[in-house]
């Protein structure tokens, strides 16, 4: 009986001695972790720019129909405006979409998400594309 007793107290003072972690194991761990955060916080920046181009696709896109709404009741695209749009044929649009290049047949829709742009030139072209609409000044906020 005491022979075991005084095995368990040395196995017992064994682990005592190697209980927790070792500076450089802590150190380890935090660079890993580092490392870790920093790949995900570069992916997420990524992935916030192609969410901006793509919905500044869809604002311009979505207008589409509203335009054409204007154009079969106007018999042109000339003095279109987002207000006239909201009022008339969708309440919905995007408050970045602006007008330019308006004439009889010809119309340029853009749209602002983020630092992301994009524009139909239309009618001929009914596609998203990047940038402002040729001729435009950049937006500022």
Known sequence: ??????????????????A???????LIVAVVLG?????????????KERAG??????AVREALPAVEAYFADN???AGMSLGALEAEYDAGLDGSLAFSNLSVRTYC??????????????????????GLCPGESPRTS
């Not at 022979?3 to 003072?13: I, P, T, V, Y």
């Open 1 to 18: 009986m005491i022979r075991s007793m005084n095995g368990l107290r040395q196995r017992l003072a064994t682990h005592q001695s190697e």
């Open 20 to 26: 927790g972690f070792t500076l450089i194991e802590l």
């Open 35 to 47: 490392l870790l955060a920093t790949a995900g916080l570069a992916s997420y920046v990524g992935l």
């Open 53 to 58: 181009d793509v919905a500044a696709r869809v």
């Open 75 to 77: 018999g042109t695209y």
């Open 109 to 130: 829709v853009s749209a602002v998400s983020g630092k992301q742009t994009a524009h139909i030139a239309g009618p001929d072209d009914p596609q998203p594309q990047d």
